[in-house]
């Protein structure tokens, strides 16, 4: 049986603030915008995982998100805004932001969203950084619904997850080519799915 430890509390907003600094492969901690997001290095993921959960009290796995920062930092990117033309409004930004946007570590960034089912619920994002191509390690046997979250991002964005035990398409044909939600992908007209066969 999983032992739930309390969560770690300090100072901070109401008095209700966790410390994430000993989590396995801990990089960085930044609060911004009500939320909290903790860098791990993506060969710790699982390990970190697992003490969230039983030390820290994260027992829900809410989602698992990857974005695709290609180019990010380039010509055409300005603020929040990136545009395929390069379009620049308001130079040198848009939207308010008077200063180009941070450049990113890599060019993926993994993301999982946990919860701790507390009064008041606690919700931490424990993000990984990765190249094209590199795998990052399966957390399903820390929360088995990462089974269906991991699939997805294999098949729309093309994250590796090893020791998963069925990493295939989840919503793409299996023949399907490429992964459409990276930034590289072709954009245009859909090859037609359907023949005259019966």
């Not at 035990?165 to 080519?177: H, V, Y």
């Amino acid at each position: 049986m999983r032992r739930t430890a309390p969560l770690v509390r300090c100072g901070g907003k109401k008095g209700r603030h966790v410390s994430y600094e000993a989590l396995p492969g801990f990089a960085e901690e930044k609060d911004a915008f009500g939320e909290t997001t903790v860098t791990i290095e993506p060969a710790r993921i699982r390990d970190a995982c697992a003490y969230a959960r039983d030390e820290l009290g994260f027992q829900m796995l809410v989602d698992i998100v990857a974005t695709d920062y290609l180019n990010w930092g380039g010509r055409g990117v300005s603020g929040y805004i990136a545009t395929a033309s390069g379009r620049d409004i308001n130079y040198p930004s848009t939207q308010g932001f008077q200063k180009l946007p941070q450049l990113k570590p890599k060019r993926f960034s993994v993301a999982y969203h946990l919860l701790a089912l507390r009064r008041p619920p606690v919700r931490v994002r424990l993000k990984c950084w990765l190249d094209d191509g590199e795998p990052i390690p399966s957390v399903v046997s820390v929360w088995p619904t990462a089974d269906w979250h991991e699939r997805e991002q294999f098949d729309l964005m093309g994250i590796r997850f090893d020791g998963h035990p069925n990493l295939k398409r989840l919503i793409m044909d299996d023949d399907w080519e490429g992964h459409p939600l990276r930034k590289d992908y072709p954009l245009g007209g859909e090859p037609v799915r359907f023949s005259d066969a019966q």
